[in-house]
């Protein structure tokens, strides 16, 4: 089992940045990807971001493009979420997820940590 700790979140104002962390613990050593989901009030969860473990570049949700930057920490476990230029249509849940070799879903994920943006 892989837990998952966000921090990070907060209230911010428009076009403020934010950095999100997450931490995974336990059974880590079969990393494949790590990656970020958020949830609007009243909307699915979607996928925001996500990087491969060993190799391989950062994907991103069109609207993540640009703004958002994932990056990780192998050593630590950790990965980023750097948000920059936030609009009230960030504002949701941001959840951390984490992916096993060999798995084609996401296997993990942490209890998320509310992203507020508004004037």
């Known amino acids: 089992q892989v837990q998952l700790v966000e921090s990070g979140g907060g209230s911010v104002q428009p076009g403020d940045s934010l950095r999100l962390s997450c931490v995974a613990s336990?059974?880590?050593?079969?990393?494949?990807?790590m990656g970020w989901f958020r949830q609007a009030p009243g909307k699915e969860r979607e996928f925001v971001a996500a990087?491969?473990?060993?190799?391989?570049?950062?994907s991103y949700a069109d609207f993540a493009e640009g703004r958002f930057t994932v990056s990780k920490d192998n050593a630590k476990n950790t990965i980023f979420l750097q948000m920059y230029t936030l609009k009230p249509e960030d504002t949701g849940v941001y959840y951390c997820?984490?992916?096993?070799?060999?798995?084609?879903?996401?296997?993990?994920w942490g209890q998320g940590t509310q992203v507020t943006v508004s004037s």
């Open positions: 997820a984490y992916k096993s070799l060999g798995s084609n879903s996401w296997n993990s």
């Open positions: 336990g059974r880590t050593f079969r990393t494949s990807a």
């Open positions: 990087i491969r473990w060993n190799g391989g570049g950062p």
